[in-house]
């Protein structure tokens, strides 16, 4: 099972921009989808973004419609990292954001967003939006 680390995490204002970085060990995931979600106080992890291998050096991301335009991800498989750049961050981005690998190489779209499906998964990292 792949190690994730998460880390990148702070404070900044709204407006501001944060660059989350996972970095995995134990094994490469450069095969598999990586996932990013976060968790807020008092509600359930809701799916934030994902990239996942498509066949030779491609790869497809997807993002949660509330992030989509403002978040991006990235993936350097040499250093076996996956980032997520957040842009115009608002308060309601505001929560602990969790790196998560799947072990289902094929996974679909329709099932990226889904926790279930991921197995492995980083200690989180806080980010608290605030003027």
């Known amino acids: 099972q792949v190690q994730l680390v998460e880390s990148g995490g702070g404070l900044v204002q709204p407006g501001g921009s944060l660059r989350l970085s996972c970095e995995a060990s134990?094994?490469?995931?450069?095969?598999?989808?990586v996932g990013w979600f976060r968790q807020a106080p008092g509600k359930e992890r809701e799916f934030v973004g994902s990239t996942r291998w498509i066949g030779g050096a491609a790869y497809s991301k997807h993002y949660a419609n509330s992030v989509k335009g403002r978040f991006s991800l990235s993936r350097d498989n040499a250093k076996n990292t996956v980032s997520l750049q957040m842009n115009n961050l608002t308060p309601e981005d505001t929560a602990v954001y969790y790196c998560?690998?799947?072990?289902?190489?094929?996974?679909?779209?329709?099932?990226?967003?889904?926790?279930?499906?991921?197995?492995?998964w980083g200690q989180g990292t806080q980010v608290t939006v605030s003027s």
């Open positions: 134990g094994q490469t995931f450069s095969n598999y989808p």
């Open positions: 998560a690998a799947s072990s289902i190489r094929g996974l679909i779209v329709g099932q990226i967003s889904n926790p279930a499906n991921y197995d492995s």
